[in-house]
Each structure stands twice: as structure tokens, then as C-alpha cells.
């Protein structure tokens, strides 16, 4: 049973990915991606990760990739694009490197004790309490630091957006005083 | 925690069991639909003084079955601009999360059905309340890629208009959400729902607020008027769905009720105690669902009535409201709910706490107001 669900979710993880790479238009691309994120979702039920899998579909699905949509639109670059030109020279080779690099880096993470000191283990966490207990105490105990300073790296690049599209009193930017 | 039903390992009952909850949920929403577009349409003909559907049926009962009859018989039509897989993926992205939504809602107490107990809710996932999320999430597309797909103009502003619309309301929406989750402890529709037994309803132990903002931005999320600027007829011709005929057409349709249906019943669950309701003796099973369903008909109507009678809001109105009072407020809210609940644990006094509260939230106050009169006088000199 486990393994037909991961099985099936596994497909659809690697059809949206491989999709996402091969459309040729960015609408189609960003809806494989919310294939693929549905995918990943699926495998968290399956490892019980039941509050990963509602953050996943959220934030990235319900959210982001809803932007990207959005900016696609706006911006009307929802064209079809082709795939055979190179718009930076020798990117090709250079992408096929680093996506070996990042599989061999996943096989270390997962199949060796060389990184971490212990090989990675799937499944539920154990412990008492439902996950999502789990989950809050270690984000709010344990690794508090690192979750106040993704907080703050947000919050940074709020601003930074803000500042960028204001439109200051002095004049205001180019865009407003064309409209 | 979970299910009863699945305590004692899965068999051919459980799943038939689990197979008729399914064949009722569906039921229930399709029933609902009919229902409540003629009820819709009566409500509104009695607001404005005229008679409203009266031919098919007893008071005009079978009209919309008459309405989907006729639609169903349409050509289906695919407008040559159009992307055709997205064109034709549209209506069903919009209608699966909102069938989908209703899954986590209880609407009865526990049962039992052939020796084995279970209650009355399709499925009690550790993480409702974030499912429901998800799904609320997940139903910008359906509106979205139906209007970029349509290669039309109107359809396209009416879909940028909804995406935008949806992404800044959901903040609002999760944070009013997030106060119901509070008190409950639990992530849980059902724990919620207990949570709230004895009329401890979240209604008044949160505050009014919540509620509110909930309501506010559940209206925001489904795209009914007053905030139906996704739709609206003098500017955008149809909205999204201009190029959709026959079949799509109802498709997007029904999605729409429904989701009026399914907020409805998560406002029920969440702010309004669910099945909750006095005990009867006869038939104790009975009651609880009809408690949920006189109050799913009460914020029914309420819809119904925010739209005979409230004018649609400007673009600009819809996002002030959304990101410069209900989001604050919604926010504010929480943390003071919070700060009542750190100072009842630590047993501090809760007017203290109360004061500090509300000092803080005089300062936050004023200091939104002047950064907002700020923005606006740099608005008026650009």
C-alpha cells in the first residue's frame, strides 16, 4: 500500500518536474510545478508529515506559484518560447553539471553517514504528541534562532520591495510621472 | 483523534461505510446548489418587491433543475485564441477544492452504522483546518488560468482581478482562523467543534472580531458581491467566464454556490459551534443536523442578503479594506487572544493584561494611521 502511494506520487513529482523543464510555455511550466508540489505533498502524508504537506500546498501552491501566474500575466510574456536557442552561451552543459552535482549531493545526504553523522532515515517522527505538536515545539524550542532569522531575511526583503516600488514625494519615480 | 471508524483495522464494511459517506456529501452539495440558487433568487425577488422564479414546480422549485437541464443541452463552444487544455482543465480546478473543502466539515454527531462507530463528517484529518486552507488556496486557480485561457481581454483583467483578490483576503482569512484554532488547541474541525460544546461558542469567546473579518474575507474569498469585481457586468462583459458555455459554464457555476455553501458550513463549524445545539430526548442522532443545517440556512441567507443589498466595492476599496483594516485588525486580535491565554497560564491578572493589550494596540493604532495619512499625502503630490 505504502509503496504504490509512493509510487504513484514519485511519477507525478518527476512528470511535473520534467514537465516544468520541457513546455514550451511558461503557463504550462508553472502548472506542471503545481503538479510536482502536489507530488511532494502527497509524499508527507505518506511519511506522516501530515502539517509539511498543508504548508506545502499553502505557501507554495496556493501562493507563490499563484504569483508567478499573476506576473506571467501582467507582464504578457505568456508566449511560447523556443527551447533550441541559448540565450546565455555554454548554459546547457554548465545546468547538466550542477544537476549531477545536486543528485550526487542528495545520494551523500541520504545514503551515507558522511555528512551528518547518521544515515537519514524516513518515516514518522517519534515522540508523544500529533506532528503538528512536534513540529511547533522543535521550530519554537530548538531551532528558535533560525526560524526568528528567516523571519527577519522576510521582513528584509519586504522592505526592500516596498523601497523599490514606492513613489517618492520628490517628483516620484519615472513610471508615475508618465501616467 | 480520528475516525472510530478505522480503530479496529479497514474492512469490506468500512470501506461501503466510507464509499455511502462519500455518495451523501456529494448528494448533500448538489442538493444544496439547487436549493440555493432558487432560494437565492426568491430572497432577492422579495427584497425588491417582485415574484421572482414561479413556473416549474411548486413555487418555482424545479427551476434551476429546469436552468441546469437546459445548459447541460448547449453546445460547448472553444473560442479559437483559447489554450485548449488549460481552457478545458479550468472549470474542474474550480470545482474540485470546493467539493473537496466540504470533506473536513462535521456535520452531525457520532453514529453507529452496522456495529461500527463513526462520525458524521467524511474525513478528520490531524490538519483540517489547514486542509480547508489549502483548498481555499488552491481554488484561485480554476478562476485564473479560466480567464488567461479564454485569449479574450475581459476574461483575462477579470481573472488578474480575482488572483489578486483571493492571495490578499486569504491573509485576513487565516489569521481569523487562526483565533478559532487558538482556543481550540487543535488543528482539527471535530476538536474545534468540541471544543465549543455548552455554548462556549468562538463567536463570543473570541470577541465578535474574528467572526467578522472571517465573514468579510470568506465573502472576498468566493468572489460574491459585494466584492464580485471578478464578474462585474459593466466593465469586464461576463468576467472570467465570458467564453464558457454549456457544460464549463455550469461547471464554474456550481463551484461558485458551492463554495458559498462550504464557507458557509466552515463559518458554522468554526465560529458557530457546528452540530452543537440543545439536547432531544427523541431521536437524539436527528438533532445535531438539523441544528448544522438551521444554521448553514441562516448564513445562507445572510449572502443573499449582502447581495440584494450592498453596491459592489472599487478596486481600490477591496484592497485598502482587505490589506489596511482587516488584515491589522485580524492581526491585533490574535495576539491580544494570545496575550490573554499566556497571562491566564502564567496567572496573571487579565485586566493587566487586558490594559497593556489595548495600550499597545492604541499605539499600533495611531501609528498606522499616520503611516497611512503619510502614504496618502505622497499619493496626492505624485
Redesign the interface.
Known amino acids: 500500500m505504502d509503496w504504490i502511494v509512493f509510487v504513484v506520487a514519485a511519477a507525478a513529482v518527476l512528470a511535473g518536474a520534467l514537465g516544468v523543464v520541457l513546455s514550451t510555455?511558461p503557463?504550462?511550466s508553472a502548472?506542471m510545478l503545481?503538479l510536482t508540489l502536489f507530488g511532494i505533498a502527497v509524499l508527507f502524508v505518506a511519511q506522516e508529515a501530515?502539517?509539511l504537506?498543508?504548508?506545502q500546498?499553502?505557501v507554495y501552491?496556493?501562493?507563490i506559484v499563484?504569483?508567478f501566474?499573476?506576473v506571467i500575466?501582467?507582464l504578457g510574456i505568456?508566449k511560447s518560447e523556443n527551447l533550441a536557442t541559448e540565450r546565455l552561451p555554454g548554459q546547457r552543459p554548465i545546468a547538466y553539471l550542477a544537476g549531477l552535482g545536486v543528485i550526487a549531493a542528495i545520494f551523500l545526504l541520504a545514503r551515507t553517514a558522511w555528512v551528518s553523522g547518521a544515515e537519514s532515515v524516513a518515516g514518522a517522527a517519534d515522540g508523544p504528541g500529533?506532528?503538528?505538536e512536534k513540529v511547533a515545539s522543535s521550530l519554537f524550542t530548538r531551532y528558535l534562532l533560525a526560524f526568528e532569522m528567516t523571519s527577519v531575511l522576510l521582513v528584509i526583503a519586504v522592505v526592500g520591495a516596498v523601497v523599490l516600488a514606492r513613489?517618492?514625494?520628490s517628483g516620484?519615480v519615472r513610471d508615475?510621472e508618465e501616467t | 483523534?480520528g475516525d472510530p471508524l478505522y480503530a479496529d483495522g479497514i474492512d469490506a464494511a468500512v470501506l461501503l461505510i466510507v464509499a455511502a459517506k462519500v455518495l451523501i456529501v456529494f448528494a448533500f452539495l448538489m442538493v444544496s446548489v439547487l436549493f440555493m440558487v432558487w432560494f437565492e433568487r426568491k430572497v432577492i425577488s422579495d427584497m425588491q418587491s417582485r415574484i421572482g422564479p414561479n413556473r416549474a414546480g411548486p413555487w418555482g422549485l424545479l427551476q434551476t433543475l429546469a436552468d441546469g437541464i437546459k445548459l447541460f443541452f448547449k453546445e460547448d463552444l472553444l473560442p479559437e485564441q483559447a489554450?485548449r487544455?488549460?481552457f478545458r482543465l479550468a472549470p474542474y480546478l474550480s470545482i474540485v477544492p470546493a467539493f473537496a473543502a466540504f470533506a473536513v466539515v462535521p456535520f452531525g454527531g457520532t453514529i453507529s452504522v452496522f456495529g461500527h462507530r463513526t462520525h458524521m463528517q467524511l474525513a478528520d484529518?490531524?490538519?483540517g483546518v489547514?486542509?480547508l486552507?489549502?483548498m481555499?488556496?488552491?481554488a484561485?486557480?480554476g478562476v485564473?488560468?479560466a480567464g488567461?485561457a479564454s485569449g479574450s481581454k475581459y476574461p483575462?483583467l477579470g481573472?488578474?482581478r480575482a488572483?489578486?483578490q483571493m492571495?490578499s483576503y486569504?491573509a485576513a482569512m487565516s489569521l481569523a482562523i487562526a483565533a478559532a484554532v487558538l482556543t481550540a488547541g487543535s488543528?482539527s474541525t471535530r476538536d474545534i467543534v468540541i471544543a465549543q460544546e455548552g455554548y462556549r461558542w468562538n463567536l463570543w469567546v473570541l470577541g465578535v472580531v474574528p467572526f467578522v473579518v472571517y465573514l468579510i474575507a470568506a465573502t472576498a474569498e468566493t468572489n460574491r458581491p459585494p466584492f464580485d469585481l471578478v464578474e462585474a457586468e459593466q466593465e469586464l462583459v461576463g468576467g472570467f467566464h465570458t467564453e464558457y458555455a454549456s457544460i464549463s459554464f455550469a461547471l464554474f457555476f456550481l463551484a461558485e454556490f458551492m463554495n458559498t455553501v462550504t464557507v458557509s458550513a466552515v463559518a458554522v463549524t468554526l465560529f458557530l459551534g457546528g452540530p452543537n445545539g440543545p439536547r432531544i430526548g427523541f431521536l437524539p442522532d436527528l438533532w445535531p443536523v438539523v441544528w448544522f443545517l438551521g444554521k448553514l440556512l441562516i448564513f445562507l441567507f445572510v449572502y443573499v442578503w449582502f447581495r440584494a443589498t450592498l453596491p459592489r466595492f472599487r478596486y481600490d476599496q477591496l484592497m485598502d479594506l482587505g490589506w489596511k483594516k482587516l488584515i491589522p485588525l485580524a492581526l491585533y486580535w490574535l495576539l491580544l487572544i494570545a496575550a490573554l491565554r499566556v497571562g491566564r497560564d502564567r496567572g496573571w491578572e487579565w485586566y493587566y493584561v487586558l490594559g497593556a493589550g489595548v495600550a499597545v494596540g492604541a499605539v499600533a493604532w495611531g501609528a498606522l494611521s499616520a503611516a497611512l495619512r503619510q502614504g496618502d499625502?505622497?499619493?496626492v503630490?505624485?
Open positions: 510555455h503557463v504550462h502548472l503545481v501530515h502539517f504537506a498543508a504548508v500546498v499553502i501552491a496556493g501562493a499563484v504569483l501566474l499573476f500575466m501582467l505568456d500529533s506532528n503538528v513613489h517618492s514625494p516620484g508615475a | 483523534m489554450d487544455r488549460v484529518p490531524p490538519v489547514l486542509f486552507l489549502a481555499s488556496g488552491i484561485v486557480y485564473m488560468l488567461w483575462l481573472s488578474v488572483s489578486a492571495v486569504e488543528l499625502t505622497v499619493k503630490a505624485a
